[in-house]
């Protein structure tokens, strides 16, 4: 809370400074036309605000991230021996805990002690002295940092060209959000996953065909070692899957090829945007809908023909997941369709060909290589598909290729290991990100290979 | 061979027939494949909007309440302290006993208590903290029904269930059927169901805590997402040199619009809570995932914004003595804006609805309090639908339907905003 308000006050110190730039831009001595400045006065004003705001704002920001640990570490040094004794590391964290808490004026863990309060009196002490050296440390730089700019400011000073220099370094470093993010994700997913195979060995987990990951608390409990293979999942997931592709591939296809050849253009302009009304769709509306209403009534139907069929079928899920991936291969489709040359159609039309004919034996085929690129693009979403599948499938890991019965998937497993609280040490929760990496890279795979052949094709008709 | 005598002419038209019917196939296939698509558009909005409507109404019940000091068990002290613990629970229970004096035993009359929902005196207590001088008075007062009372009003429960698997039996009916002849019940608009947090109690649970907390959550993540993914599609589309760099940032783009969400959670996961030590559940750390989410969408219609702008208006900038950062500032950018904007709408309309990687990061929890600020815990309207449709309860059941009718009504209007947008722009080209 203290270094937001630091930070408004430097927001506010720096439109000061901008202002006072600007002003002296103009009424710099020795002046007689504005016109003998080397840029435009805003920029002295951005240049003076920078000066001003920049350095303090980085100080902040550095001395804000080692302050917590600074203070702790001279907090347990000054513990006096008769708490910290033969305590291990878990248990001084709690204790660092305690302080804080008791400092802080909240509930403490255990009794309170003389002790305890003297520590929680000096990390208070600590953390006023660190939050007032902090401000004098940026008052100080902000103080500098103005003077410095303030002095910089003549007519000879390339302001437009500094400031638009850091504009651009600016630039530069948001654009490297998108690269880290991506090595935020494979180091984060990897580093638990290395962990995670330190405990079970890598073959256990791609071909074991046991998933249970309940680890027992006594030793004498049944399945007391927890089994983490997770061929199970992987067909459970390719299950879903395939009957989602099932219903989506047909129907995409066959709408996106009635409506870029057949329809008229009022029948695309009002079709279109309802098909993909089913795409903004939240996905967990469409669980909702699988598990409320598809599942009930494919179990009951089910029951009519004397099938027994689980209340969370695969058939379900899997059903409930076309239905969102229709658009999805529909508008993908439509894109490559239409970019087949009017060509290669009059061609087939002039050889006497009929319209389905010159679609069947010439569009298609042309466009092929598209529509396989939409259909793993599809593909892609449906294996990392979440909500629906953890509203709609089952727990259980079944290794199984009925429809009707209930199958969990690699989503569903990694919502339930992380939901709720977890320790980071168990394999249990560990197999979580080891399956994320497993996904993550599945589905890396299928899009690179997609967009590639997407790219490809449109290239050879471009 | 009597193929040998045909003209090819002949041999043509002898096949046409079937030529034919298989070209009407294919149209008629190609109408029952949009046709079953835009079926399961409506499918999908009457069944929810069916289920869900109802909830919007509540079922009341007429009470006449008599603000008795004695009951309240408060003498003639009047300050907060007093006025907020005081037992407003004995006034509904005085005003029940008056209007079914038959009912005298144990049983039957916490039956009777029942039908009221036990967040009754919680209303009566604000209404008298509001207006003291209440105390002592008499006063017509609806109060929410049990959730019960309310399914049964609402036609929901099956009355003609045998007694024993109906969660309400026959004496209670009965009593509701009664007071329903004396027009002591009725369906009031459920402003509750907007303002209020979650609860256990369906009667008193509310999507204003989730709406609240998606708020918060889209603010962080707009605060963020918007800069930096149009700093970046300035950056990529005006500055970059071509080199492998660029090259590998653009496909990094690229795949992470397809990553999966719930990789996202996990980063988060493992990122901002265990290594950042942020908070968990707090809506901080759910904008800052939904802000790596949304980026690719944003830069990418960025990107194509800033593609669009004509070269003459640079070369014209450019050609008066404009600097390249002032000709993309001055007169690029605003050119581009109307584009950059209809992309961040719908990134936002897609963080709206994201649900998996929230979970990971805890926002899955039950949040009664609606939150004050980015750092407390909250919960977000599509996790509220998850958490919801998983209650047992059937009042739940229309909740959920109703909260999904909410969140879909803010998606069409985000959308509806971003279609405005492009057309607008659309003409002034």
Redesign the interface.
């Known amino acids: 809370m203290q270094s937001t308000t630091l930070i408004l006050i430097l927001l506010a110190v720096m439109a000061v400074a901008f202002q006072l730039g600007r002003r002296r831009a103009f009424n710099l001595p020795g002046l007689s036309s504005i016109r003998e400045l080397h840029s435009l006065p805003i920029y002295h004003g951005f240049y003076a605000a920078i000066w001003c705001g920049i350095p303090a704002l980085l100080a902040l920001a550095l001395w804000s991230s080692f302050q917590t640990p600074i203070i702790s570490q001279l907090l347990m040094n000054n513990l006096p021996a008769t708490l910290t004794a033969g305590l291990s590391e878990a248990e001084l964290g709690l204790l660092l805990n305690d302080i804080r808490n008791l400092a802080a004026g909240n509930i403490t863990s255990g009794d309170i002690s003389d002790e305890l309060v003297t520590a929680a009196d000096h990390y208070n002490h600590l953390q006023q002295v660190g939050f007032s050296s902090q401000t004098g440390v940026v008052f100080i730089l902000t103080l500098l940092g103005a003077t410095l700019g303030w002095r910089f400011i003549s007519p000879e000073l390339r302001a437009?060209n500094k400031v638009?220099r850091l504009?651009?370094w600016?630039?530069?470093i948001?654009?490297?959000?998108?690269?880290l993010?991506?090595a935020?994700?494979i180091f984060?997913?990897l580093?638990?996953s290395v962990r995670f195979f330190e405990m079970i060995p890598l073959t256990d987990f791609i071909f074991g065909l046991q998933w249970s990951p309940q680890i027992a608390i006594r030793a004498d409990q049944v399945g007391s070692s927890g089994a983490f293979g997770a061929i199970p999942l992987f067909t459970g997931t390719l299950l879903i899957s395939l009957i989602a592709m099932l219903v989506a591939v047909?129907?995409?296809?066959?709408?996106a090829?009635?409506?870029s050849?057949?329809a008229s253009p009022q029948l695309r302009t009002y079709?279109k945007p309802?098909?993909e009304?089913?795409a903004?769709?939240?996905?967990?509306?469409y669980?909702?809908?699988a598990?409320?209403?598809v599942a009930p009534m494919i179990r009951n139907s089910a029951a009519q023909f004397g099938v027994d069929a689980s209340s969370e079928s695969a058939l379900a899920a899997g059903l409930v997941m076309g239905?969102m991936l229709?658009?999805f291969i529909?508008s993908l489709s439509d894109d490559v369709i239409n970019a087949v040359p009017q060509a290669m159609r009059d061609a087939s039309y002039g050889l006497?060909a009929?319209?389905?004919?010159t679609?069947?034996q010439v569009v298609i085929p042309a466009a092929l290589p598209g529509i396989v690129g939409s259909i793993l693009?599809a593909a892609?979403?449906a294996?990392?598909?979440?909500?629906i599948v953890?509203?709609a499938a089952g727990l259980s890991a079944n290794l199984t290729a009925n429809p009707l019965d209930s199958v969990t998937t690699v989503?569903v497993q990694?919502?339930t290991l992380?939901?709720g609280d977890q320790e980071?040490d168990s394999p249990k929760t560990l197999a979580?990100?080891a399956l994320?990496l497993l996904?993550?890279l599945i589905?890396?795979v299928l899009?690179?290979v997609a967009?590639r052949v997407v790219r490809k094709y449109r290239e050879a008709y471009e | 061979m009597s193929n040998s005598t045909q003209t090819t002419i002949e041999k043509v038209n002898a096949t046409l027939e079937r030529r034919y019917a298989k070209e009407r196939r294919f149209r008629k296939m190609g109408i029952a494949a949009i046709a079953i698509g835009l079926l399961f558009v409506v499918l999908l909005f009457v069944s929810i909007i069916s289920k869900g409507h109802s909830a919007f109404w509540q079922t009341h019940i007429k009470l006449d309440i008599e603000f008795s000091a004695e009951l309240l068990d408060i003498g003639d002290r009047r300050d907060i302290e007093t006025l907020s613990t005081a037992n407003y629970a004995a006034l509904t229970k005085a005003s029940l006993k008056a209007i079914f004096p038959e009912v005298d035993q144990r049983k039957g009359r916490r039956m009777l208590y029942k039908m009221i929902s036990i967040g009754a005196p919680y209303l009566l207590r604000e209404m008298v903290i509001n207006d003291p001088t209440l105390i002592g008075s008499h006063q017509t007062v609806w109060l929410p029904a049990d959730d019960d009372i309310d399914m049964l009003v609402k036609e929901q429960t099956d009355r003609n269930l045998p007694e024993s698997s109906r969660r309400l039996n026959d004496k209670v009916i009965g009593w509701v059927d009664q007071l329903m002849a004396r027009g002591a019940v009725e369906k009031l608009f459920n402003t509750t169901f907007f303002t209020a947090g979650d609860s256990r109690e369906p009667e008193l649970a509310g999507i204003g805590g989730a709406i609240t907390g998606s708020l918060y959550t889209l603010l962080v993540a707009l605060l963020l997402a918007f800069p930096i993914g149009v700093a970046t599609a300035i950056y990529l589309e005006e500055f970059a040199p071509t080199n492998r760099w660029t090259d590998m940032i653009e496909v990094n783009i690229n795949n992470l619009a397809a990553v999966p969400s719930i990789v996202f959670g996990l980063l988060g996961l493992a990122l901002f809570i265990n290594l950042a030590g942020l908070p968990r559940s707090a809506p901080l750390v759910g904008g800052l995932v939904l802000t790596l989410m949304t980026l690719p969408t944003i830069i990418i219609a960025s990107r194509a914004a800033l593609k669009s702008v004509p070269p003459s208006i640079r070369e014209a900038a450019m050609g008066i003595g404009a600097s390249k950062m002032q000709t993309i500032f001055h007169h690029v950018l605003p050119l581009a804006m109307p584009g950059m904007l209809t992309g961040t709408i719908i990134g936002m309309a897609q963080a709206l609805g994201e649900t998996a990687p929230l979970l990971m990061i805890g926002m899955v929890a039950f949040v009664v309090d609606i939150p004050g600020g980015p750092l407390d815990p909250s919960t977000v309207l599509p996790v509220q639908i998850f958490l919801w449709a998983d209650s047992p309860e059937r009042a739940f059941l229309e909740r959920t339907s109703a909260a999904i009718m909410v969140l879909l009504a803010f998606l069409i209007f985000m959308n509806l905003i971003a279609v405005l947008l492009r057309k607008r722009f659309e003409q002034q080209r």
């Open positions: 437009r638009e504009l651009r600016l630039l530069l948001s654009s490297t959000i998108a690269i993010c991506t935020g994700i984060s997913v580093f638990e047909p129907i995409g296809l066959m709408a090829i009635y409506l050849e057949y079709a309802l098909l009304i089913l903004g769709i939240p996905t967990v509306v669980g909702f809908f598990a409320l209403t239905v229709i658009p529909s006497g009929t319209r389905s004919e679609i069947l693009l892609s979403r294996i990392g598909e979440t909500m953890v509203m989503t990694i919502v992380l939901v980071f979580a990100f994320g996904l993550f589905t890396l899009n690179v967009l």
